[in-house]
């Protein structure tokens, strides 16, 4: 399919408009840590156009004028994040706002870098786990930590970078978080049953660092665990039938769950991200960069001690992209893109089949500078898809 889209926008004075999108916001620094929260979809709630599609504590996408997962895509610094939250709400998203350097929101024809369903817009997450400079001593690093008492929760980060020698950098860093049900006062039973989480998270990278640009690689680990609350059974046994629902009489449960039978997620992601950029290779262009990562991820949903359903999303992302140099006026970006992912689902609740995506791209964004209050941005995507969906792979295992 083809995608196209044309954007004309005032940008602030002031703006280098040759390299900004017209339609951008960006958490960094102290803005970014007074922001964080628990979920990226509470960390970016209050921006313009955007707010949290939140499910308890573990769980919370962006949404972006009104639009949520598949038209929100999230990204780790351009790669995929092959996690399930854009299947249903109450799937954590796979990246940790403690351990984020910067957030972009992307929004118009820029979105088209990335993909050609982001109608709402693009969640771009960029983090150190893969060092760009050496740092400035022998030592570099952070710590931060959160706590509140509405879910008495407790939450740290740490990340440190270190020479290995003249050209070679060494990041390493961590985060946890462990917070209980969220408690409302006024009420004979204050706890919300079912909104705990639990969060680790943890990577080690290694990057090759010189004048002109640096390649690197890290291996990130998450595991979360975490309630899903307003779980029932009201409507278990019951088919559809037009606009009506025909239940059986013992179709569902005639009890409700205590704190200790909630259901809940236990989730498991395992990454690799190769990242590299060349900066000013040859005349004409101003940088070269790579991104590729292989990710596996599961999680299990677990209901009265059992597993009830699993997901499982393993996939390929590789994009090759350069930026050029002012053309007539016409400053911007062209790049390729491949990946390759594969969803499985298995257990009680498998509805989606065993599916196989491929996805091939060409794409370029240019922006054009009238004067330092207007611009005009403009983007085009040629994609590739394909699915192979295996209805065989439907059953109750897990």
Known sequence: RRLAAVEASALPLGSDTDRTPASFDLLENELLFQQSEATLGDTLDGLPGVHADTYGGGAGRPVIRGQTAPRVSVLSDGAQLFDMSAISPDHATTVEPMLARKVEVLRGPSTLLYGGGAIGGVVNVLDNKIPTRMPNGPVEGFVS??????????????????????????????????????????????????????????????????????????????????????????????????????????????????????????????????????????????????????????????????????????????????????????????????????????????????????????????????NDQWGLEVGARYEHQRLDPNDDQLNTST
């Open 145 to 370: 930590a959160r706590s509140n008492t509405v879910a008495d929760e407790q939450a740290g980060a740490v990340g440190l970078t270190t020479r290995a020698g003249d050209n070679i950098a060494i990041h390493v860093e961590g985060a946890r978080r462990d917070a209980d049900n969220y408690e409302v006062n006024g009420f004979t039973d204050p706890e919300i049953n079912g909104t705990w989480a639990e969060s680790n998270n943890a990577s080690v990278g290694l990057s090759w660092i010189g004048d002109q640009g640096f390649l690197g690689v890290a291996y990130s680990y998450r595991g979360d665990q975490y309630g899903l609350p307003g779980h029932n059974h009201e409507f278990e046994g019951c088919t559809a039938n037009g606009a009506s629902l025909d239940c059986q009489e013992d179709g569902g449960h005639d009890h409700e769950h205590g704190e200790e039978e909630a259901p809940f997620v236990d989730l498991d992601s395992r990454r690799v991200d190769v990242r590299g950029e060349y900066r000013q290779p040859m005349e004409g262009l101003e940088a070269v960069r790579l991104r590729a990562s292989h990710t596996d991820y599961r999680h299990h949903e677990i209901e009265e001690g059992e597993i009830g359903t699993t997901f499982r999303h393993r996939g390929v992302d590789a994009r090759l992209e350069a930026e050029h140099t002012p053309i007539l006026g016409w400053h911007g970006t062209v790049g390729t893109q491949f990946s390759d992912g594969q969803i499985e689902t298995t257990g009680t609740e498998a509805l989606l089949p065993k599916t196989d995506t491929r996805v091939a791209a060409l794409f370029a964004v240019e922006r054009y500078r009238f």
